[in-house]
């Protein structure tokens, strides 16, 4: 786990290879690869820690979290300041419409590999003939809307109006901004808003933001549009609101959740929301071994697992309302969210 480096990162020797590495992971990403793209996250943030130029393999094997095959691929950027295997995406057309039908909200693998058997070959294309659902038209509409980062400052005034209109309805509701921006990060693929009062349930948290909240932020404007979520878990239903929302005066639309957290699970929920997915990963993989169980809800412990290291019991519940109890109780030192970068 490291610090988030902000705007130090134009000092990195090794800007060249981490873009270049970051191209493919996200390319490894978008053909559901998952195994390849963790490593190459992995590979990335073991550079990003570097403050030598990496120019051989053996420098780059020498890094923790960088192995053979990564290795060679840092040397080969470092070598010739070009990776074939990224080269190869690039040039496949293929690939190319997979990379534009996929930056539409919500559109996996599957759905853009359809469209393209369909011979659906552009955004155009999609908008005249293909079978969109609500969210995609929506998604396709505010295409380059969605796709683009939002400035710390900008997250920050969208938080804000939420949290005035929430303070409004009642003055106990506890908003924190949850995904990136906890952890720091200079911009945002959305807004993660972390909503719950103390001593409140899920049902009168969502109660006070469905009846009142939203649709008083719809009537001012500040709210676009609702989005509906594709595959909501059992265990998320009726705990997210997903949709889009706009600052006065301006056309861009931004996309907002809102995740209703009864008290009870608060801590759990913090850490869950503000990850990053990696860190996630490996906090819960550190509890399953502790034979604990950690998800958006709380820390469950005498947790017994099968010989597949599948669930026989639900264990029962340790903490969820505070993050550092959870992190006392794993036994992992305090890490405060900037540092929570895998
Ligand atoms: N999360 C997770 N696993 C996932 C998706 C999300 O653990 N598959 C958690 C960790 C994320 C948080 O939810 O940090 C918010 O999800 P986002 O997709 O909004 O990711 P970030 O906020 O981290 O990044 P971005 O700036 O791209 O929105
Ligand atoms: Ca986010």
């Not at 949850?178 to 103390?198: H, M, N, Q, V, W």
Request: hydrophobic share 35%.
């Amino acid at each position: 786990m490291r610090k988030n480096e902000g705007t130090s990162k134009s000092k990195n020797p090794n800007l060249r290879t981490i873009e270049m590495l970051g191209k493919m992971a996200y390319y490894y990403d978008r053909i559901d690869d998952r195994w390849r793209t963790i490593s190459y996250r992995k590979a990335i943030t073991a550079l990003k820690r570097q403050t030598d130029y990496i120019a051989t393999r053996e420098q780059a094997i020498g890094i923790p979290g960088i192995g053979e095959r990564l290795a060679s691929k840092v040397e080969e950027i470092a070598c010739t300041n070009k990776l074939r295997r990224l080269e190869s995406t690039v040039t496949d057309p293929n690939d190319r419409i997979l990379l534009l039908f996929m930056g539409i909200y919500q559109v996996g693998l599957p759905t853009a590999s359809r469209w393209i058997a369909q011979g659906h070959q552009s955004l155009e294309d999609l908008k005249a003939k293909a079978d969109l659902t609500p969210n995609q038209k929506i998604g396709l509409d505010h295409y380059n809307d969605f796709l683009s980062r939002i400035p710390r400052s900008e997250v920050m005034a969208h938080a804000e109006i939420v949290r005035r209109a929430c303070s409004n309805a009642d003055a106990q509701i506890q908003l924190v901004v949850g995904g990136s921006y906890r952890r720091g990060s200079a911009d945002c693929g959305d807004i993660d808003l972390i909503i719950t009062k103390e001593s409140a349930s899920l049902e009168q948290i969502r109660t006070i933001l469905v009846d009142t909240v939203i649709p008083q932020l719809f009537q001012d404007g500040f709210l676009q549009v609702g989005l509906a979520t594709s595959r909501s878990r059992s265990t998320d239903r009726g705990s997210k609101w997903h949709g889009a929302s706009a600052l006065p005066g301006s056309q861009v639309w931004r996309r907002i959740d809102l995740l209703f957290v009864p008290w009870d699970e608060f801590g759990a929920a913090l850490i869950y929301f503000t990850g990053n997915d990696i860190f996630n990963r490996s906090i819960r993989l550190l509890a399953s071994r502790k034979k604990m169980r950690l998800n958006q809800h709380g820390l469950y412990g005498d947790i017994m697992r099968g010989e597949k290291r599948e669930r026989i019991t639900q264990g029962k519940l340790l903490e969820g309302r505070s993050e550092e109890r959870i992190f006392d109780i794993l036994g992992v030192p305090w890490r405060p969210p900037e540092h929570r970068i895998c």
